[in-house]
């Protein structure tokens, strides 16, 4: 059984920073990219930052140079270091990992965290 497990997430005045982790755990053989997306209610889930396994990464427009993601795939973990906050970035943090894990085989399969939330107050 492999979980990915997020932590981090709080209120937070505008203006302020917060840094989210999420490790995966389990018989993981390898993890492709990882990343973090975000959701308020009533919308759609969004993309906020992804990285390769190599550390090439992607930002949504929005979050770009406020926003920071990084991992250390020694310890299967995946950052994102958020700073500048605004209110609009209030939401439930998700995050996701392409991995490839070790059973009767290897299997590749996507897995989502359970969600963080983050408030920002203006």
């Known amino acids: 059984q492999v979980q990915l497990v997020e932590s981090g997430g709080g209120l937070v005045q505008a203006g302020g920073s917060l840094r989210l982790s999420c490790t995966a755990s389990g018989s993981i053989f390898s993890i492709n990219d990882m990343g973090w997306y975000r959701q308020v209610p009533g919308k759609q889930r969004e993309l906020v930052a992804t990285?390769?396994?190599?550390?090439?990464?992607n930002y949504a427009d929005s979050v770009k140079g406020r926003f920071t993601i990084s991992r250390d795939n020694a310890k299967n973990t995946v950052y994102v270091q958020m700073n500048s906050l605004k209110p609009e970035d209030t939401a439930v943090y998700y995050c996701?990992?392409?991995?490839?894990?070790?059973?009767?085989?290897?299997?590749?399969?996507?897995?989502w965290g359970q969600g963080t939330q983050v408030t920002v107050s203006s």
């Open positions: 996701n990992a392409d991995l490839v894990v070790a059973g009767p085989g290897l299997i590749r399969y996507r897995r």
């Open positions: 990285i390769t396994s190599g550390g090439s990464t």
